[in-house]
């Protein structure tokens, strides 16, 4: 199993659409959680973190389940410049990590006008 | 200012050669990574480096040998080029060793013919 698995998709959405990626992720003594967004031939950068009560950044919505080992990204009212790879990103525990990041395949969102 | 920067951008050659990347960081970071990103889209850590001492080393043959002269620099050499090694290859820095956010470089596109 992959340690952070997530639907590749691609996702093809028209303008305005709501869409949600999710991510599951396999070790449990995971401690942080990201998403990050990696646009065609560039590389990635911070979206945005995941905090366990749920966070919202404008448009953008992050979610953690920590009992299902499962985390979301809602992207509202989406437009064309959204169109990317959003990765889900996962840190284990402090200890050995040393900011060892654990990153999922990407799901791959395109919005068409 | 760009604040990861590597070189080259491309790099092509042949199987069995010797080459090198560099990576620099503007940031005032004390720690830098190396990335792969192979054709499936996975992007995988290869080393990272605290304050030029070496702390992750994950599993990679040892044609790959990485080097910081300083805490703003870290190359990366390949010796005895095999066609697997074709992939996009990505340094990145942040400070600390558990950090919220890494920041990556433009990454280097390495194809070997």
């Known amino acids: 199993r992959k340690e952070v698995e997530q639907d590749p998709g691609p996702f093809n959405v028209p303008e305005g659409a709501t869409v949600a990626f999710n991510c599951t992720y396999s070790?449990?003594?995971?401690?942080?959680f990201f998403w990050y967004r990696q646009d065609c031939r560039k590389e990635p950068k911070l979206l945005m973190s995941?905090?366990?009560s749920g966070n919202e950044d404008g448009r953008f919505t992050a979610q953690l389940n920590r009992a299902s080992q499962y985390i979301s990204l809602l992207i509202r009212d989406s437009k064309l410049s959204d169109s990317a790879t959003y990765l889900c990103v996962v840190r284990p525990a402090g200890g050995t990590s040393y900011g060892k990041l654990t990153f999922g395949q990407g799901t791959i969102l395109t919005v068409h006008p | 200012d760009t604040a990861v920067s590597q070189t080259p951008k491309y790099l092509v050659t042949q199987m069995g050669n010797d080459k090198s990347i560099k990576c620099e960081q503007n940031l005032g970071h004390d720690t830098m990574y190396w990335y792969k990103q192979d054709s499936k889209k996975f992007l995988k850590i290869m080393f990272s480096?605290?304050?030029?001492?070496?702390?992750i080393n994950e599993t990679v043959p040892n044609r790959f040998s990485p080097k910081s002269p300083d805490k703003a620099h870290l190359n990366l050499h390949i010796n005895s080029l095999e066609l697997g090694d074709s992939a996009v290859y990505f340094c990145?820095?942040?400070?600390?060793?558990?950090?919220?956010?890494?920041?990556f470089g433009p990454g280097t596109r390495l194809t070997v013919l």
């Open positions: 480096y605290n304050n030029k001492e070496l702390i």
């Open positions: 070790n449990s003594a995971s401690q942080s």
């Open positions: 990145a820095s942040s400070q600390g060793l558990n950090p919220d956010t890494q920041y």
């Open positions: 995941v905090y366990s």
